[in-house]
Every structure is written in structure tokens, then in C-alpha cells.
């Protein structure tokens, strides 16, 4: 079946701009609720950055700790029902950043549900290998929760590549909705998008949800520095980790994501020089998918604040650094990719 994108003007229909907003984060109304994605947190300070003028300094991420404080803070004030890490939890895949990464992950645990994906510098090489990943968050750490789904199991004997929580799901409700929430590695082979596919088609009665490190960016593989900037952007044709056996956002969308008609929201990151972009395209099933990139770095974080009886999702960028809305960054001046509101049906 032929998969259309929505061009630009149809764009317009499912996303409008909010309006300025004065400093500081409003309250969630009563009957909202929001799901925080947290972008790329590969700032780290200190020796496990290998930086010869820090080689002595602690290993440090204050933009990650401000990321999870903010959001700890400000869980009931949001009506914060989940939390999504969008992979590149760590820039360097060694014991000590990923030390920090738990450590910073830990304020959340216990105090509301969250998930995360893998991305390409959380694992070894193109290999897939993600055993340090799995020693910090592994699916034993999640077991308690019931509102942990489970995890592709991986190859047997292999669990290093794609299992033990590498690949996961987790479910949740709020406003009287049920979701499904699945946590996909950078470039899942085709197995782990069968696992996915079984995982959504079981729970084909809640509203589906996912997160993948690698989805829009560049379309084609970059050929120069600037390409990562300024070439044409939109779901990838490349890709980073997995060789032969890794799949490309395209490949993922066709052999997947498109089949379902209960998904309506895929997140991702990877691109920290796109760093934010959204499109709406349309599934097998005439099921609008909105597709929403964000990799800022230190300039923020999102909440997505669900209004069922508006039919909207207000799209916001926080940066709790600076404490005020991230209106517009170098990389992207204009403020509709930081501050927007999709159309989303809650209340048919």
C-alpha cells in the first residue's frame, strides 16, 4: 500500500503555534495531563569525557540533572503521568557516565512511570552491543512496576544484543484514555520490530505511543558537515548501528510503525543539528501519525500537555537551566518548531 506524507499545508491543519507565554511553567488545568521527553543527554563534564583539561574533575551532567529535577518538581503541578528518554542517555558508553545517567534517572524511579530508548552512542561500536545499557537499566530494575509491559528477550544466549530491556513497553492511563508506550533501540533489526508489532497488536485497544532514537533528520546520509544542517529533512533513508541487520526510520515505518492504526505519536532525537522538527503523516489504516524530533542539547526538555476536551496536545519546550521556554535556538530560529499544538481525537 502507498504511504502519503502530509505536505506542508495539510501540516498546518494538525499544528498550530501556541501563543507567547510568560515566564515560568503554568499549572496543568484540571482534566490535562503530560508526558515529558527528554532529548539527548550527552553533555557530561569530568575524566570519563576524555578531556585532557578535565581528567582529573568528577564525571558530571548538570543539564541532566536539571532535566530530572524539573521534572520531579513539577510532577504534580504538570499532572506528569510519564516519563520518555529518547536514547544518547550518554555520550560516551564507559562505567562512569553511565553511573551518572542512573544516578539522574534514579530521582524519577519510583515516582512515575518512564521508559527508555537506546541510542547509537549507548552501545558498542555498529554492533548492537548494548551491555553496559543493560547493566544500568536493566528489565530486573522495572519488575516491580506494574506498569512495566516486559522486553524483547533477544537472541538466545545473546541478551547483549537488543534484549534485557534493550527493547521495551510500558502501559499507562490518564484521562480516561489507555495507553501503550514502546521503547524501541537506534535502528532496530527486523526481530525486534516483529516483538514491536506483536507488543501493539495485542494491545490494539490502547492509544500507542513510540519512542526511537533515529527517525527524522537529514533524509540522505550527509555527505559534507553542512548536510547535517541544511539538507532536505524528514524521516531517514540511513542509518547508524546494527550493519546489515539494522533497519533505517523508512524501513522501520514500513515494516512496523505504519501497520498500526492505534499509533498516533512516534518521538526520536540523534539529530542535535536538526535538533527540533515535527511532521503528521498518514498510516495504512488513514490513522494520523505525528512525528516529533527533539535533540536540544542545554536548551531544554519537552512537556506534552494532553487537553482531551480541546481534541489538542500543546507541545511545549522547557529549558530548566535558564528556567523560561525555549523560544527559538541558533540552529532553529523559529519558534513553531519549539512551541506548538497538535491535533489529537480524545473525545469521540
Known amino acids: 500500500m502507498k504511504l502519503h506524507t502530509i505536505c506542508v499545508p495539510m501540516l498546518l491543519l494538525t499544528a498550530s503555534v501556541l501563543p507567547a507565554q510568560a515566564e515560568g511553567l503554568p499549572p496543568a488545568p484540571k482534566g490535562t495531563f503530560s508526558i515529558a ?153 527486523d526481530p525486534v520490530l516483529d516483538w514491536a508489532s506483536e507488543v501493539l497488536t495485542q494491545h490494539a485497544d490502547r492509544r500507542a505511543i513510540i519512542t526511537t532514537h533515529m527517525d527524522l533528520g537529514p533524509r540522505e546520509h550527509p555527505k559534507a558537515p553542512r548536510d547535517y544542517f541544511d539538507a532536505p529533512k524528514g524521516r531517514m533513508v540511513w542509518k547508524k548501528c546494527h550493519g546489515a541487520n539494522g533497519n533505517t526510520s523508512q524501513q522501520m515505518w514500513e515494516k512496523c510503525f505504519s501497520k498500526h492504526k492505534n499509533l498516533f505519536l512516534i518521538c526520536c532525537g540523534d539529530q542535535s543539528r536538526t535538533q527540533a522538527l515535527h511532521q503528521s503523516v498518514k498510516g495504512q489504516h488513514g490513522n494520523t501519525v505525528h512525528e516529533l524530533l527533539s535533540d536540544y542539547g542545554a536548551e531544554g526538555f519537552r512537556l506534552m500537555r494532553f487537553i482531551p476536551d480541546q481534541n489538542k496536545i500543546e507541545v511545549r519546550t522547557w529549558n530548566p537551566v535558564k528556567q523560561k521556554y525555549c523560544e527559538q535556538t541558533k540552529i532553529v530560529p523559529h519558534r513553531d518548531q519549539h512551541q506548538f499544538t497538535l491535533d489529537y481525537p480524545m473525545t469521540n
Open 37 to 189: 521527553v527528554i532529548p539527548d543527554t550527552q553533555h557530561y563534564k569530568g575524566r570519563s569525557t576524555n578531556r585532557k583539561t578535565q581528567a582529573e574533575a568528577p564525571t558530571t551532567n548538570p543539564v541532566f540533572e536539571s532535566i530530572t529535577d524539573c521534572i520531579v518538581d513539577e510532577l504534580e503541578r504538570q499532572r506528569i503521568v510519564f516519563v520518555s528518554h529518547v536514547g544518547d542517555i550518554v555520550d560516551i558508553n564507559n562505567d562512569e557516565q553511565w553511573a551518572v545517567a542512573q544516578s539522574c534517572m534514579n530521582k524519577l524511579h519510583g515516582k512515575v512511570p518512564y521508559g527508555i530508548s537506546v541510542g547509537n552512542h549507548d552501545m558498542t561500536g555498529k554492533t548492537g552491543n548494548s551491555a553496559l545499557f543493560q547493566k544500568y537499566f536493566p528489565q530486573s530494575r522495572f519488575a516491580e512496576f506494574d506498569w512495566y509491559g516486559g522486553c524483547y528477550p533477544g537472541e538466545t544466549g545473546k541478551p547483549e544484543v537488543s534484549g534485557n530491556n534493550a527493547n521495551s513497553y510500558q502501559r499507562f492511563s490518564a484521562g480516561g484514555m489507555n495507553f501503550i508506550i514502546v521503547h524501541l533501540e537506534c535502528n532496530a533489526p
